[in-house]
């Protein structure tokens, strides 16, 4: 499975922006998937994940309520809409598919990886 990550760029502090994935196979549909970031010189963390039907998802702490997971399977996407975004949200924002199907904040779970799009957030 090939993943393509787009959408990251620079903005202001409290400004949105959207992330999109889109999936090379059909059997996306059958994939949880999940978005993970790293900043310079960290460890790369869970942001968010939604099971194959998109009925379930799950957040870390720093950003519920601020982004929204979402997926289309018809389009292979899954999306992420980051508000009220932070200067502590810089990262590079990558997405992993979970072939399994349903979702976890443990990385080690997931299958593939896209190639990341960096978010920068100006104070």
């Known amino acids: 499975v090939q993943l393509q990550a787009s959408g990251g760029g620079l903005l202001q502090a409290g400004g949105s922006l959207r992330l999109s994935c889109v999936a090379s196979r059909r059997t996306f549909s059958s994939y949880g998937m999940g978005w993970f970031r790293q900043a310079p010189g960290k460890e790369r963390e869970f942001v968010a994940a939604?099971?194959?039907?998109?009925?379930?998802?799950l957040y870390a702490d720093s950003v519920k309520g601020r982004f929204t997971i979402s997926r289309d399977n018809a389009k292979n996407t899954v999306s992420l809409q980051m508000n009220s975004l932070k200067p502590e949200d810089t990262a590079v924002y990558y997405c992993?598919?979970?072939?399994?199907?349903?979702?976890?904040?443990?990385?080690?779970?997931?299958?593939?990886w896209g190639q990341g799009t960096l978010v920068t957030v100006s104070s």
């Open positions: 939604i099971t194959w039907n998109g009925g379930s998802t």
């Open positions: 992993a598919t979970k072939r399994s199907g349903g979702y976890s904040f443990n990385s080690h779970e997931y299958d593939y």
